[in-house]
């Protein structure tokens, strides 16, 4: 769809009740939830965009994690619109609803959905991403797994010990990217560095390696790890009540051959 904002936020709007919701644009994860009861949400999703052109999303509705099936008290509403970041005068333009089944009138039981489509999006900028990284689905699991969990030790470490430098090291590319995607200036940009590293009220632990499971994306140039029917990331827990979960989402790709696993989202 054509547009005149100077600054596009491509959005995914989603009230969901009574069962999990997962939503994939381009092969990655944008939003998900597995808690009980609703959600509703105005998603932004150009981080994963990286260029203009077709775009692909996968809109997966679940039974949550004690059900076998699909509520049928489940609703779920979705559409995708774009929006000026900067300038609030213009009004936000509907791309497309989604054709989501009413599961109330269905006579079967559905274990899951998935919904599959596509959309235009036209940015002012272009992302190298993962467009050129090395396939990685066909490499050693073991070594994969090992070189993730790595990863999740220094970043404990890293957290543990507050070192912003070594985390700016760490997530570089990934933060010039994200920046780019939301139109943030150098100076906003230095405003979020202050961010960057969680704040732990309590003392920080992390999740046993044990509890993730490795998943592939984007056809295979990334990988990740998640605990099953949590949202993709790294766990991190306090002790303290009040603060006690941060997700570090960390999705990795292979830049060339040979080259360390690194972040890219």
Not at 249 to 259: C, L, S, T
Request: hydrophobic fraction near 35%.
């Amino acid at each position: 769809m054509q547009h005149n904002y100077k600054n596009p936020i491509y959005e995914f709007s989603i009230d969901s009740r009574e069962c999990s919701i997962d939503l994939k644009i381009n092969g990655l994860p944008c939003f998900s939830n597995y808690e009980p009861g609703g959600v509703a949400v105005d998603w932004p999703v150009n981080t994963n965009l990286l260029s203009s052109g077709k775009q692909f999303y996968s809109l997966s509705l679940m039974p949550y994690e004690d059900e076998d099936f699909i509520n049928k008290k489940a609703i779920v509403k979705a559409k995708i619109s774009v929006r000026d970041s900067l300038d609030l005068s213009k009004p936000r333009l509907l791309i497309s609803e989604i054709s989501i089944p009413d599961f109330s009138k269905e006579e079967d039981l559905r274990k899951e959905l998935h919904i599959r489509g596509e959309f235009d999006a036209s940015i002012p900028y272009n992302h190298e991403g993962w467009v050129n990284s090395v396939n990685i689905i066909n490499e050693d699991k073991e070594l994969l797994f090992e070189e993730l969990k790595d990863f999740y030790d220094d970043l404990y470490t890293i957290f543990k010990t507050h070192n912003i430098d070594k985390y700016k090291s760490l997530t570089n590319v990934r933060f010039r990217e994200l920046c780019g995607s939301f139109y943030l200036n150098d100076e906003e940009m230095k405003r979020r560095e202050v961010l960057f590293i969680p704040k732990f009220k309590g003392a920080i632990g992390k999740v046993s390696i044990e509890n993730y499971e490795m998943i592939f994306l984007a056809e295979g140039k990334l990988v990740a790890l998640r605990i099953p029917n949590e949202p993709i990331g790294l766990k991190f827990i306090s002790d303290d009540d009040t603060d006690n979960i941060i997700y570090e989402q960390a999705i990795f790709h292979r830049k060339k051959p040979g080259d360390s696993l690194s972040l890219i989202r």
